[in-house]
């Protein structure tokens, strides 16, 4: 039987406490890094010098392209210079009418409507009747010859 507990013992797993897995393997990681950073450094720097080579072999050429098509940007400029000028004057001749149009109806409304009584801060009206000293009408009133909503049955109240 003790045969037996020794061979649980090692297939569970159990290891020198003076050696800890965890440290080990971050250790060999740090290493690696260490071991891995000059190169990547290195190629990087040499990547570095390669780009600033291309676009100092290019950068003639582009200079040298925007030179021949900056003549042709300036005529186009020039060109479309009057069409948004004019495109500009007719959107703010419109939006000049439609503010008068706007300011009209506003007038019109203000005249055709007489004022609200305001009310007060708890948000309740003036009481039916008080005011003028006329009570106004509920609803539309239907003309003589008509027969009102309901059939015109009346109750006599």
């Given at each position: 039987?003790?045969?037996?507990?020794?061979?649980?013992?090692?297939?569970?797993?159990?290891?020198?406490?003076?050696?800890?897995?965890?440290?080990?393997?971050?250790?060999?990681?740090?290493?690696?890094?260490?071991?891995?950073?000059?190169?990547?450094?290195?190629?990087?720097?040499?990547?570095?010098?390669?780009?600033?080579?291309?676009?100092?072999?290019?950068?003639?050429?582009?200079?040298?392209?925007?030179d021949d098509v900056r003549p042709r940007?300036?005529?186009?400029?020039?060109?479309?210079?009057?069409?948004?000028?004019?495109?500009?004057?007719?959107?703010?001749?419109?939006?000049?009418?439609?503010?008068?149009?706007?300011?009209?109806?506003?007038?019109?409304?203000?005249?055709?409507?007489?004022?609200?009584?305001?009310?007060?801060?708890?948000?309740?009206?003036?009481?039916?009747?008080?005011?003028?000293?006329?009570?106004?009408?509920?609803?539309?009133?239907?003309?003589?010859?008509?027969?009102?909503?309901?059939?015109?049955?009346?109750?006599?109240?």
């Amino acid at each position: 039987m003790h045969q037996e507990e020794e061979t649980v013992n090692e297939t569970q797993g159990e290891q020198d406490p003076r050696r800890d897995p965890l440290a080990d393997l971050e250790a060999r990681i740090d290493a690696a890094i260490e071991e891995v950073r000059p190169k990547v450094r290195k190629a990087l720097e040499e990547l570095d010098a390669r780009v600033d080579a291309a676009v100092a072999e290019i950068r003639p050429r582009v200079e040298s392209a925007m030179d021949d098509v900056r003549p042709r940007v300036d005529r186009f400029l020039a060109d479309m210079q009057p069409k948004l000028d004019t495109a500009l004057e007719r959107i703010q001749d419109r939006i000049a009418g439609l503010r008068k149009d706007l300011e009209e109806r506003a007038a019109r409304q203000e005249v055709d409507m007489p004022a609200l009584p305001r009310t007060d801060e708890a948000g309740a009206g003036p009481e039916p009747g008080a005011g003028s000293g006329t009570a106004a009408p509920e609803g539309p009133a239907a003309p003589p010859d008509e027969t009102p909503p309901g059939g015109g049955a009346t109750t006599g109240l």
